[in-house]
C-alpha cells in the first residue's frame, strides 16, 4: 500500500464548479499536512496546510480526518487559473526534523 | 529573500555518463531534501540532510546515487552512471524546522 494516495486524475470540470479530492495515507503516526500546487514544468508550492477543525482559505477548504487518515480539498467556483496538479503531503516528525511525503497528485484541469 | 537556488535547469546525457546538480538553500535554513520527480509522479525523497548530517536516505540508490552537504548549506547530488530511468526533474528543497519546503526550480535530466 502507498503511503499517500490520491484520487487519479485528470479532473476535467467547466469553470464555476465545485471539485473535491481525496487522499489518504496509511502511517497514523503522521502529523502534519499540506496541500501543494504545482503548475506544468514548476516546482511544488504550497497551497494550504490543513488542520485537525478543518480551515477555509478564500474559494479553498481542507478537511483532516485522523480516524479515517483522510485528507481532502474542496475547490469551490474553480478558475480557468486553478487548472494545476493538486499534490498531497504528509509529514512524519521525528527528532531530528519532519519527513515529508507527497502523493502522485490530481490533476485538474477547468475549461471555460 | 531569495529562494532555493539550483543548476543546471537542464542537462542532457547519455547512459553511463556522470552527472551532478547544486543546490543552494535559503539562508538559514538547517534542513535540506533532494527529490526525484518522475513525470505523472508525485516528488519522491532521495536524501534529506539536517545540516550537514544525512537524516534520511533510505531510498536513495546509493549504487549509482551519492550527495553531499560538507559544510552544512550548499549540496550536490550526483549520478554515476546514469541509467535511462533517471530521466525526471530533481528538485531541491529546503525548510527551518517543521515549516513548510520551500523548492528551487529544479534541474530537468534526460538520459538518453
Known amino acids: 500500500r502507498k503511503e499517500v494516495e490520491q484520487d487519479p486524475g485528470p479532473f476535467n470540470v467547466p469553470e464555476g464548479a465545485t471539485v473535491a479530492f481525496n487522499c489518504t495515507y496509511s502511517?497514523?503516526?503522521?502529523?502534519?499536512f499540506f496541500w501543494y500546487r504545482q503548475d506544468c514544468r514548476k516546482e511544488p508550492k504550497l497551497l494550504m496546510s490543513v488542520y485537525s477543525s478543518g480551515n477555509e482559505d478564500g474559494r479553498f477548504t481542507a478537511q483532516l480526518n485522523r480516524a479515517s487518515q483522510y485528507i481532502s480539498l474542496l475547490i469551490r467556483d474553480s478558475k480557468l487559473s486553478d487548472s494545476a496538479t493538486y499534490l498531497c503531503v504528509v509529514t512524519l516528525i521525528y527528532n531530528q526534523g519532519g519527513k515529508l511525503i507527497f502523493g502522485q497528485g490530481t490533476e485538474l484541469s477547468v475549461k471555460p | 529573500e531569495a529562494g532555493v537556488a539550483q543548476s543546471p535547469r537542464y542537462k542532457i546525457i547519455e547512459k553511463r555518463q556522470s552527472v551532478a546538480f547544486w543546490c543552494n538553500p535559503i539562508s538559514g535554513h538547517a534542513t535540506l531534501y533532494w527529490y526525484q520527480q518522475i513525470l505523472g509522479q508525485g516528488p519522491k525523497l532521495l536524501i534529506q540532510?539536517?545540516?550537514?548530517?544525512?537524516?534520511?536516505d533510505s531510498q536513495l540508490p546509493k549504487d549509482r546515487f551519492s550527495a553531499e552537504r560538507l559544510k552544512g548549506v550548499d549540496s550536490t547530488l550526483k549520478i554515476q552512471p546514469a541509467k535511462l530511468e533517471d530521466s525526471a526533474v530533481y528538485l531541491c528543497?529546503?525548510?527551518?524546522?517543521?515549516?513548510?519546503?520551500?523548492f528551487g526550480n529544479g534541474t530537468r535530466l534526460t538520459v538518453t
Open positions: 528543497a529546503s525548510s527551518l524546522g517543521a515549516s513548510p519546503l520551500h
Open positions: 540532510f539536517q545540516n550537514n548530517g544525512v537524516v534520511d
Open positions: 502511517n497514523s503516526a503522521s502529523q502534519s
